[in-house]
Structure formats: C-alpha cells, structure tokens
C-alpha cells in the first residue's frame, strides 16, 4: 500500500498504484496517474475514462476488455469499438490502465 | 465453439454472510472469457441473490447485485431459477431483477435472461451439462 500526492492531497494506493477509495478520485488524481504511466491525456482517453466510471457506478465492476470494446462500440461508434483503437490509447491494456486512471479497482479477472 | 464445455454454475446461498455469491458471480464473469457455454441455476437460498432493490448499508459491504445486469453484455444469458425454491420463500419471479440480454442472431432484440423452471426440469438441466460447479 502507497500513497499518491497530487496537488497537496495524498491518496492511499494500492501496491499496483490502484486508488484504494475510488470517491477520492477527481481529474487531477486521473492526469498525476495517467503520467505516471507515460501516457498524456487527450478527449479520447477521457471519453473511456470517464465510460468505465458510468459502468461500475451502474454495474459495480470494471468490465473486461471484450465487454468494453462491445461497449465502447455501442455507444461511441464502431471507429472506437475495437482494440486497435483503445490499444492504442491505452498500451498497457485498455481495461487494466484505464481502470487505473479512473480509479477504479483492477477489473475482476485481470492478473 | 464446438469443443465449448457445457458449464452451469450452481447457486444456493444466500448473497451475504458468507462469500460463496459473491466468489460465484466473480468466476462466472472470468470464466465469460474463455467462450464456454455457461449457464447459471439459483435454487434454495441462492434465489435471494438475485432479488431486486438490495441494500447492503447497514451490513457495511458492498451490494454487488447490480453487477448481475452485466451478465448479458458478458453473452451469460441462460439464467435459470428454481420455482419451488420461489415459492417456499413467498416470492416470484416479480420480486427478482429483470436481466436481459441482446440477441445477436436475431437483430440485438432484448430478451429476458430469466426463466423459472421446476425442480425436475433442473434436474434435465444438470443432466445435459459437461461440468457443474456448485457455490
């Protein structure tokens, strides 16, 4: 377990850098981790960020990959539904980084 | 999917107290991954788990009953639930969650994911299976 300072708050993390309460997430939280990993925030990865959170506010998970692309397809297009385009946006795995930058907990079946 | 493996995952606890619900529904959304044919059956107190409007506040852990609405999008549409086990509780198929699913073959029609069915249709059910994990 770690902590996370971004702008004078301190978040409690998890030993994979996972927020251990995902209500202390905000967008400055999301950007110190999005950096962290390498990666700079743009509308795209915002648009996915912020579709994970409305999935587990409604379904209280984080989805696998397969779900989110189908997902991500319905609702912003078949141009963003498939994983070249959230590989590309998210190298590290759509699921498992995003979640990360989302705050969310490491989607359930992800090792 | 021709060598797919008939899966049913069993359910006959109540959702918490102990960790068998919970440890169930996490497998079955893993094991959504691998493309087996999976279906689910609730019977005894298992039926409880998927009755609507939960509210785990005063029991201080976390009501993870909306995640069976995800179950769908996961292509787990074969939701079985035991009608005596309704009946000796003083439910029906009203008190429980509507899960639905789209069909791919058939235009992404929503359907009802939930069917009851008896005791000894569940029996057929088991039978037809290749493994049955019971929770």
Redesign the interface.
């Known amino acids: 377990m770690g902590e996370l300072n971004v702008g004078g708050k301190t978040v409690a993390v998890d030993e994979e850098g996972y927020l251990e309460n995902r209500d202390e997430w905000d967008m400055d939280i999301a950007k110190a981790i999005a950096e962290a990993e390498g990666l700079e925030m743009t509308d795209n990865h915002w648009e996915v960020v912020n579709f994970l959170r409305e999935y587990y506010d409604?379904?209280?998970?984080a989805?696998?990959v397969?779900?989110l692309t189908?997902?991500i397809g319905k609702k912003l297009g078949k141009d963003k539904g498939n994983s070249k385009y959230l590989y590309e946006l998210f190298p590290y795995g759509p699921a498992k980084q995003a979640c990360k930058i989302a705050g969310l907990p490491k989607p359930?079946?992800c090792v | 999917m021709s060598d797919a493996k008939r899966f049913l995952y069993v359910n006959r606890k109540a959702p918490y107290g102990t960790i068998y619900a919970l440890e169930s529904l996490e497998v079955v959304l893993i094991g959504a991954a691998f493309e087996q044919d999976v279906s689910l059956a609730f019977l005894d107190d298992g039926v409880f788990e998927l009755v609507k409007d939960q509210n785990t506040e005063e029991l201080g852990v976390k009501n993870f009953s909306p995640t069976y609405k995800a179950l769908g999008d996961y292509d787990v549409n074969k939701i079985y639930v035991e009608k005596e086990s309704l009946e000796a509780r003083g439910l029906t198929i009203d008190d429980l969650q509507h899960l639905t699913y789209e069909d791919e073959d058939d235009d992404w029609a929503e359907k009802d994911s939930i069917r009851v069915v008896t005791a000894a249709e569940l029996a057929e059910i088991m039978e037809a299976q290749d493994i049955v994990l019971s929770f």
């Open positions: 409604e379904y209280q998970i989805p696998a397969r779900v189908k997902a359930t079946g």
